[in-house]
């Protein structure tokens, strides 16, 4: 009997201990994911290379495995000020640390160290895939008139996969309905002090999430971020209202402010204090003249590149 994809159900939980599988709930730790591509099995392998009187293959050896996976969720706050939305561990998997104000906000910032790992649950209309020590990258896409996104890629150690039935009363009731972006949604949108038409905007924390596999180790550590970031809008009606050309030329650095939703426990920031554009191009929409530019993301005085905060 062929197995349905669409029975699909992601679990994840913060895992304390190291090389331990922390045991998630249905009813806690459902995730509310799209656009999942999982490769529970990603092998590295050695060439046997002995000389062999034909030609052909001469065979290889696994030397390590571990599992990946990628997937979207759609961003938006808890429904309480103050409460970290359900996804919350997913941008802590990611070295980002969270500070909760009490009835106020939670905020999410780059970390250098301690980072925390998850272990997530991937079933299959019966069967789970186990990932342990999982830690990963994020990227957020907000583009006009569609829903704003975080797209994760998570990479962790290999479990065997195992017969196991979906668990029952999985939750999603943390997860509200998003608000898509617009200009009624997005109340702000500033780069560099310019309030731009924006069409899409796209950041990515680009952490380096390697695997490692040798004697009396096996791990999964992040070693380095470089963020980015792109933006497309319609051409400033003048050079002397912003000349990004200049900006890029010139090396200038300049702040990000986005704010969307309305409503205590709705409300989705964006800040960062140093974006620098390295490069412009141009392209056209409904006859519209855009600009697109490409955006590094600098820290100022470190682990502080961007906050994302939801009040």
Same mark, same amino acid.
């Given at each position: 009997?062929?197995?349905?994809?669409?029975?699909?159900?992601?679990?994840?939980?913060?895992?304390?201990?190291?090389?331990?599988?922390?045991?998630?709930? @249905?009813?806690?730790?459902? =995730?509310? #994911? +799209?656009?999942?591509? %999982?490769?529970?099995? &990603?092998?590295?392998?050695? $060439?046997?290379?002995?000389?062999?009187?034909?030609?052909?293959?001469?065979?290889?050896?696994?030397?390590?495995?571990?599992?990946?996976?990628?997937?979207?969720?759609?961003?938006?706050?808890?429904?309480?000020?103050?409460?970290?939305?359900?996804?919350?561990?997913?941008?802590?998997?990611? @070295?980002?640390?969270?500070? =909760?104000? #009490? +009835?106020?906000?939670? %905020?999410?910032?780059? &970390?250098?160290?301690?980072? $925390?790992?998850?272990?997530?649950?991937?079933?299959?209309?019966?069967?789970?895939?186990?990932?342990?020590?999982?830690?990963?990258?994020?990227?957020?896409?907000?583009?006009?008139?569609?829903?704003?996104?975080?797209?994760?890629?998570?990479?962790?150690?290999?479990?065997?996969?195992?017969?196991?039935?979906?668990?029952?009363?999985?939750?999603?009731?943390?997860?509200?309905?998003?608000?898509?972006?617009?200009?009624?949604?997005?109340?702000?949108?500033?780069?560099?002090?310019?309030?731009?038409?924006?069409?899409?905007?796209?950041?990515?924390?680009?952490?380096?999430?390697?695997?490692?596999?040798?004697?009396?180790?096996?791990?999964?550590?992040?070693?380095?971020?470089?963020?980015?970031?792109?933006?497309?809008?319609?051409?400033?009606?003048?050079?002397?209202?912003?000349?990004?050309?200049?900006?890029?030329?010139?090396?200038?650095?300049?702040?990000?402010?986005?704010?969307?939703?309305?409503?205590?426990?709705?409300?989705?920031?964006?800040?960062?204090?140093?974006?620098?554009?390295?490069?412009?191009?141009?392209?056209?929409?409904?006859?519209?003249?855009?600009?697109?530019?490409?955006?590094?993301?600098?820290?100022?005085?470190?682990?502080?590149?961007?906050?994302?905060?939801?009040?």
């Amino acid at each position: 009997m062929s197995k349905l994809f669409r029975n699909t159900l992601l679990l994840a939980i913060i895992q304390p201990v190291p090389l331990t599988a922390a045991v998630p709930t @249905a009813a806690d730790n459902a =995730i509310l #994911a +799209s656009a999942a591509d %999982a490769k529970p099995v &990603v092998a590295e392998t050695v $060439e046997r290379n002995n000389v062999q009187p034909f030609l052909g293959n001469k065979g290889k050896f696994v030397t390590a495995v571990h599992s990946e996976v990628s997937f979207e969720v759609e961003l938006q706050g808890s429904g309480v000020a103050g409460t970290a939305p359900k996804f919350g561990p997913l941008l802590r998997g990611c @070295a980002m640390g969270e500070t =909760i104000v #009490a +009835s106020t906000s939670v %905020a999410y910032a780059p &970390v250098t160290n301690g980072h $925390e790992s998850l272990t997530l649950h991937w079933y299959i209309d019966g069967i789970r895939h186990l990932m342990t020590d999982a830690k990963g990258t994020v990227a957020f896409t907000l583009n006009a008139k569609g829903i704003p996104v975080m797209k994760y890629t998570f990479t962790g150690l290999y479990s065997t996969p195992t017969d196991t039935a979906m668990p029952s009363g999985a939750n999603f009731a943390g997860f509200l309905d998003p608000k898509p972006v617009n200009k009624q949604n997005t109340t702000t949108f500033s780069l560099h002090g310019f309030t731009a038409a924006v069409e899409s905007f796209d950041l990515d924390l680009a952490n380096q999430v390697v695997y490692t596999n040798r004697p009396n180790s096996e791990s999964i550590r992040i070693t380095e971020r470089t963020p980015t970031g792109r933006i497309v809008m319609e051409h400033p009606d003048t050079i002397a209202a912003k000349n990004w050309a200049d900006s890029v030329v010139n090396n200038t650095s300049g702040a990000l402010s986005i704010v969307h939703g309305s409503g205590a426990g709705k409300i989705v920031e964006f800040s960062g204090p140093k974006l620098i554009p390295r490069s412009m191009d141009f392209s056209e929409q409904d006859g519209i003249a855009m600009i697109s530019v490409d955006l590094d993301v600098m820290p100022n005085a470190g682990n502080d590149e961007f906050i994302l905060t939801f009040k």
